[in-house]
């Protein structure tokens, strides 16, 4: 026994053989975040946003899902309207080690703002599509390393017009192979049954009544002039995981914070990571990423999903 022993010690300094924590610990997980990060990251204002690729690089994601990426092109400032200084995106990602980038629209010839969503990788990105009609902010599909995203950004004001968003991406996601797994990302503009506890005390909803007098197009209540829980309620039937959900159950929207979005000063969840149900047992960990840099950089805090290969 005392020979066996010595025989495994010795492979094991040679590096032949790798315990089993080791093996459990390398090479086993992607990392992916989810930001909004507000109006083309209007708070930087450093040279090609240099202040967001050194927050990146520190947290070094796999993939990193991207909202209201407002005066970016992807690569070609020649695409951008006439007198404007673009940023470029393929410039910015690599500079955080990201040289695969994807963005759903070049910026509009006349200047107007879209609001685009991104993707950027360490990996390859392929059989993307890019989706703009129908959809206010467009979205994104892709995949990475054998994982289906998709990225979004639903309408700010219309709880119809998210209804038609949601069914086009379920849609898409239906007529795939059923054993893909989809992770299913973005600022969804909208409230989830599973937070319906923190919103009891009806101050959203007033808020919103009070609001639409300000502002008519805010058609955000649904159609009984209620909060709309239709939109998160038909991701939630079609199988798809909420992760934050999974990692943190008891959560729900309980005090003015800007944990996810607090423009209104009210309790409030609006960006949301999804997961297929064939991947819920992927699931490692997600969270909010809350230091002092997401304090101040967007009126939303990014969210962080790690999960298996």
Not at 10 to 37: C, D
Not at 124 to 146: D, K, M, Y
Not at 179 to 206: A, E, T
């Amino acid at each position: 026994m005392r020979k066996i022993i010595l025989k495994i010690l010795m492979l094991l300094s040679a590096g032949i053989l790798i315990p089993s924590y080791a093996l459990a610990q390398e090479g086993k997980t992607f990392k992916l975040i989810s930001y909004n990060v507000y109006w083309g990251m209007r708070q930087d204002s450093t040279e090609n946003k240099s202040q967001f690729a050194k927050w990146i690089r520190q947290q070094d994601p796999d993939i990193l899902a991207l909202q209201e990426m407002n005066g970016f092109t992807q690569q070609n400032p020649e695409f951008a309207p006439k007198g404007s200084n673009p940023d470029n995106l393929q410039k910015l990602a690599e500079s955080y080690g990201h040289p695969y980038v994807f963005i759903v629209r070049e910026p509009a010839p006349d200047g107007s703002i879209s609001f685009p969503v991104a993707i950027t990788s360490k990996y390859p990105i392929v059989n993307v599509t890019r989706v703009v009609e129908n959809a206010s902010h467009g979205f994104l599909t892709a995949e990475i390393e054998g994982h289906h995203f998709v990225v979004t950004h639903f309408h700010p004001f219309s709880s119809e017009k998210r209804g038609y968003e949601v069914d086009q991406i379920l849609a898409t996601v239906k007529s795939k192979p059923a054993d893909w797994k989809w992770l299913f990302m973005g600022d969804l503009n909208s409230v989830s049954p599973l937070d319906k506890s923190g919103y009891d005390n009806n101050l959203l909803r007033d808020f919103i009544r009070e609001d639409r007098k300000k502002r008519s197009h805010n058609k955000n209540l649904g159609k009984d002039d209620e909060l709309d829980y239709t939109i998160q309620q038909k991701i939630l039937d079609f199988g798809f995981i909420d992760a934050f959900k999974v990692s943190h159950p008891q959560f729900v929207p309980s005090a003015p914070t800007k944990l996810f979005y607090d423009q209104s000063k009210f309790p409030l969840r609006y960006d949301y990571l999804y997961v297929s149900a064939n991947m819920k047992n992927d699931i490692v960990k997600c969270d909010i990423i809350k230091d002092d840099f997401t304090d101040i950089y967007s009126d939303h805090y990014p969210v962080l999903l790690i999960f298996k290969k």
